[in-house]
């Protein structure tokens, strides 16, 4: 999500069953930040235990351009004082003493609660041994850099915190959010044995996009990586895609301190996860009513063609086999896809809906259930990735036969389920067991497309 980066459901499906929709409030003292507010009260924080980057020029010129990024935006009416006041704890920060140092003095000050404190420590540390193990040249300072830069967003949202809008757009100026979270997770992906199945028909839809026509992704979700990991798998062929993509995203990843700085770089439709719709009796009709709106955007989105969604019908992040430790892609909801199909249709405008498939969980990979506090710990890693796209499927051929609108419902499901499932494999065969290329099949072509544009 990511993807959005550390809460669970990074990018969920669409739990539109019923609704209405809460009026957005604005956070009084930050003018221009804009609210989505999802939740009656405040969800809890739990406590936690215990070479090939590019330059950081790419995000800011200097220190202080970081510091006036930070305190306003392209819609702010005005900056106030608070926000001047920005803390320049982690911006003046040189080495790992300093960061630690940091982490420290801005609880002691009572800036940050000691469990958003103390998960910023141990993400520090995850972050630092994945890097490392990289081998890259210069992995130390890219870690200081970079978690230097982390710690200050994430510091800032807690200073000032940042709601979203249900349709959020990506933030790019004056600081750029998009570019920040690629920079971060960059490292954390060998493109040695990272690769992407059938490149040219992302190269297809990104030709339908420019045309005006609506392209809705339909995939697994394996962590909250995901969003950045298809960007940047795709930039060196499709950036157009990873820039333009929209982001179907569960609150998890809007409500987390430790992860909202890395959603406000996406393009996201806020929903709630329907693996979390229950989590508090009181508030299922106020999630319900938030979706309806999210929904109504959606729609809206939709009818102006020209728009790229990418959503997980399992309505959250796939887990392992508890008995054999495999992974596998989470089952899809019916009536989520039927949703977006339905939506898709009636735009008014041409659409198309492919099968996609992501191998990525090693490099955040989520707890092994469903956890309902916010807080998660945040494990990191440096692994191979995959990503694979197959043709359209079209819901008129694979229900022709069907009895009524369920049984379509139904086959229209298992049949991208069947193809985003069938690529995975091919994924996991060339990632996993480290067939690489050699893995493609018939339907599945594997390549490198970062490499293919350095030869060129």
Request: charged share 20%; glycine share 6%; net charge negative.
């Amino acid at each position: 999500m990511t993807l959005a980066f550390s809460s669970s459901a990074a990018t969920v499906a669409v739990a539109v069953a019923s609704a209405t929709l809460t009026s957005s409030a604005r956070i009084p003292t930050l003018r221009g930040f804009v609210s989505f507010r999802l939740t009656a009260k405040k969800l809890p924080l739990r406590s936690h235990g215990g070479g090939g980057v590019r330059a950081m020029s790419e995000l800011v010129q200097d220190k202080e351009s970081v510091v006036a990024a930070s305190t306003s935006f392209s819609d702010a009416e005005e900056t106030t004082p608070s926000e001047l006041n920005h803390s320049r704890t982690f911006l003046d920060a040189r080495t790992e003493q300093d960061l630690i140092a940091g982490i420290r003095k801005e609880k002691e000050a009572g800036t940050l609660p000691p469990n958003v404190a103390s998960g910023m420590e141990e993400l520090y540390w995850n972050y630092k041994n994945a890097v490392l193990s990289s081998g890259a040249s210069g992995a130390d300072e890219t870690v200081i850099s970079n978690m230097s830069l982390a710690f200050d967003r994430m510091l800032l949202g807690v200073e000032h915190p940042y709601t979203f809008n249900p349709y959020h757009k990506a933030i790019r100026e004056p600081f750029d959010y998009f570019h920040f979270v690629h920079t971060y997770i960059r490292p954390l992906i060998d493109f040695k044995n990272s690769y992407v199945g059938n490149a040219s028909i992302f190269s297809e839809l990104e030709d339908k996009i420019r045309q005006g026509h609506n392209i809705v992704l339909i995939s697994n979700h394996q962590s909250e990586a995901d969003p950045a990991v298809i960007s940047l798998l795709l930039e060196a062929q499709c950036p157009y895609i990873g820039e333009n993509i929209k982001c179907v995203a569960g609150d998890r990843v809007i409500t987390d301190p430790l992860c909202k700085p890395f959603s406000m770089g996406r393009n996201l439709i806020c929903v709630y996860s329907k693996n979390h719709m229950n989590d508090d009796p009181e508030l299922v009709d106020m999630k319900r009513k938030a979706n309806t709106r999210s929904l109504k955007e959606m729609a809206t989105l939709l009818r102006s063609g020209s728009q790229l969604i990418w959503i997980a019908p399992s309505g959250g992040r796939d887990r392992p086999n508890p008995s054999t430790g495999e992974w596998f892609p989470a089952p899809f909801d019916p009536s989520s896809v039927d949703n977006m199909r339905r939506l898709v249709e009636h735009s008014g405008t041409p659409g198309h809906i492919y099968p996609m498939s992501l191998l990525c969980y090693d490099i955040m990979p989520p707890p092994p259930k469903v956890e309902k506090e916010i807080g998660e710990r945040r494990l990191v890693g440096f692994h191979g990735t995959g990503l694979s796209v197959a043709p359209e499927i079209s819901f008129s051929d694979v229900t022709s036969d069907c009895n009524n609108p369920n049984e379509a419902k139904e086959a229209y499901s298992q049949a991208l389920y069947k193809s985003v499932n069938e690529q995975y494999k091919t994924l996991n065969f060339a990632i996993k067991h480290r067939r690489g290329i050699e893995a493609s099949t018939s339907t599945v072509s594997l390549s490198q497309p970062w490499n293919e544009s350095l030869s060129v």
